[in-house]
């Protein structure tokens, strides 16, 4: 399957509540809701040659806290390890937007 970075991700406002009540439903205790990642990082990210799109991996800090580690992806779908790679995300809370229909 070849990656083209033209792939159609986009969902509903609905879809989206969905889907995180869902996510929520099954944590045992209240924990990082999302995480927050400046444009220039993502932008200096995707801008690596070869590179389509980006995979997130789920990780977890040595305490258990919920990280994503952020990979760009070529048009074969292999990561980019070579290249930068995202961490260091804001997590929410505390970096929260108390007004987001997403953040319930």
């Given at each position: ?91 929410c809370p505390p970096y929260c937007d108390g007004k987001s229909e997403l953040n319930i």
């Amino acid at each position: 399957m070849a990656f083209t970075g033209k792939e159609e991700h986009q969902i509903t406002l609905e879809e989206a509540i969905k889907l995180i009540n869902n996510f929520r439903s099954q944590q045992t205790s209240l924990s990082i809701k999302a995480h927050y990642l400046g444009k220039e990082a993502l932008l200096k990210l995707l801008e690596q040659e070869g590179c389509v799109g980006i995979r997130i991996y789920y990780a977890a800090q040595d305490d258990g806290t919920p990280e994503l580690v952020i990979v760009g992806v070529d048009e074969e779908g292999t990561d980019l390890t070579k290249g930068n790679i995202l961490e260091r995300v804001w997590p929410c809370p505390p970096y929260c937007d108390g007004k987001s229909e997403l953040n319930i």
